[in-house]
């Protein structure tokens, strides 16, 4: 004979008492929970349009230098070597100087850089200084 015991029984019935509470508390916040992620959700969009508003509205600022885009020509002028060398062609000599090493040490032939590149960076400081060749560059 199977005897239970009003204990067993209270036992039994407080825990399907309490999934029954789960179950209800469960379903009584989901719809909580879901509103509010909807309502973070809002905020956040709210929050990035005001941010792509103030990004769109922001004064330009100086990007990137544009460099020329041309080849070299025949002769070298002196606004070409201002433009090589990344300066106005009425420098002064210091400053050309300054700029010509500049440049050298990111296109020099010993870092990997190119003859032909170094030796129009060498003409562009010669012209800017006044101390021109008779011929052109050895390329």
Not at 11 to 29: R, Y
Not at 88 to 93: D, V, Y
Not at 99 to 118: E, I, K
Request: glycine share 6%; net charge positive; proline share 4%.
């Amino acid at each position: 004979m199977f005897f239970t015991s009003k204990k067993f029984v209270l036992q039994q019935h407080l825990v399907i008492n309490g999934l029954d509470m789960f179950c209800w508390l469960l379903l009584m916040t989901s719809p909580l929970i879901a509103g509010l992620a909807v309502a973070a959700a809002a905020l956040a969009g709210r929050y990035s349009i005001q941010a792509w508003q103030a990004f769109k509205a922001r004064p330009p600022t100086a990007r990137m230098r544009k460099f020329y885009e041309g080849g070299f020509q025949p002769k070298m002028t002196r606004r070409e070597a201002a433009l090589i060398l990344g300066v106005r062609e009425s420098t002064p000599a210091d400053k050309v100087r300054e700029a010509h090493r500049r440049v050298m040490v990111a296109n020099h032939p010993d870092a990997g850089g190119s003859h032909y590149l170094a030796s129009k960076i060498n003409e562009a400081k010669d012209i800017l200084l006044g101390k021109t060749k008779s011929s052109d560059s050895a390329f």
